[in-house]
């Protein structure tokens, strides 16, 4: 029977924990094997947001364990305890495989288990990761990052992603699929999948653009160029291009296209449009440009995300 050890104190998100607890802590009823002997640990009674848990061993019962979950870490902005982190550090070095959970990926970073290794977490604080542990491979477009003995999850739903493919991995498609019903999700997204989450347009501020990207946002069905919004602007293509790289972080055409993917998104989400009529809603033009923009860009076809979105 394989030990899954759940890693936590306090500062932890609840969600992240209860869908791992029901995830590894409730035998499938038509499975005929065994399943996953699972603890909570902690080095003492925690409270996880508005909970109290009382654990069922202290930290050192991750060295034990085959596999420990380290799920989100709530502040990212408070380091983890140091306890925690050595108690994580232990069970790699004892030969745990090592996952976290949403931002649960800070306590491996801080443990020294990401360095030299592609990671990612939630998409709102990837920048955050790359920017505190330089030696980390932070890829802020994937669902989840499988390393082998160390694996690293984005928010929320990937996080479910991610338990089922542990589930995959050690039981089987079959189980998996059968733990995905039960739970009511996709039985399957593949971790290399974008987060479904595209670049934000950025907050209202005092910036040059603030007032051009709200106009742009309203013509998406048209087919704008540089020069178009250098116009609207005010200012030469160049100067548009350096404000664009100090406020979005990219290019103006990469900035558009990212609005045009997430406004087809939305529609793919929340109507039965077919997709030639949402290439003409988002300036696509075509089906197939479409087709080939959102693969490129959220790492499954439109029908697909559909799919996985109604289901």
Not at 45 to 73: K, N, Q
Not at 102 to 126: E, I, N, Q, S
Request: aromatic share 6%; charged share 20%.
């Amino acid at each position: 029977m394989t030990s899954v050890a759940l890693a936590v104190t306090d500062g932890m998100l609840h969600f992240e924990l209860s869908l791992a607890h029901e995830v590894f802590g409730s035998r499938p009823d038509a499975l005929t094997g065994p399943w996953y002997d699972l603890a909570v640990c902690a080095a003492g009674p925690v409270r996880v947001e508005r909970f109290r848990l009382e654990p069922d061993h202290g930290l050192d019962r991750l060295a034990a364990a085959d596999t420990v979950i380290v799920p989100g870490w709530a502040d990212v902005d408070v380091d983890p305890p140091a306890e925690l982190i050595d108690a994580v550090r232990a069970a790699h070095q004892a030969g745990a495989r090592v996952a976290s959970l949403c931002t649960g990926a800070f306590v491996l970073a801080a443990a020294g288990l990401l360095d030299g290794r592609r990671a990612t977490t939630h998409w709102a604080h990837t920048d955050v990761l790359a920017a505190r542990y330089r030696r980390v491979t932070v890829d802020p477009d994937v669902l989840y990052v499988d390393n082998g003995s160390v694996l690293t999850s984005a928010g929320k739903a990937a996080a479910m992603d991610l338990c089922l493919h542990l589930v995959r991995l050690d039981h089987g498609a079959a189980v998996a699929n059968t733990v995905a019903r039960r739970l009511v999700v996709p039985p399957h997204r593949d971790g290399g999948q974008s987060q479904f989450v595209t670049t934000p347009v950025p907050a209202p501020e005092n910036h040059p653009l603030a007032e051009l990207l709200p106009w742009v946002l309203e013509r998406l069905d048209q087919p704008l160029t540089v020069q178009d919004l250098a116009r609207q602007a005010r200012m030469s293509s160049r100067h548009l291009g350096r404000h664009f790289r100090s406020v979005t972080g990219t290019t103006p055409l990469q900035w558009l296209l990212v609005q045009r993917i997430r406004r087809a998104q939305e529609l793919l989400e929340t109507t039965s449009d077919g997709i030639e009529r949402i290439a003409g809603a988002t300036g696509m033009g075509t089906a197939t440009t479409l087709r080939r923009h959102f693969h490129r860009t959220v790492g499954v076809p439109p029908d697909t995300y559909r799919r996985t979105f109604r289901s």
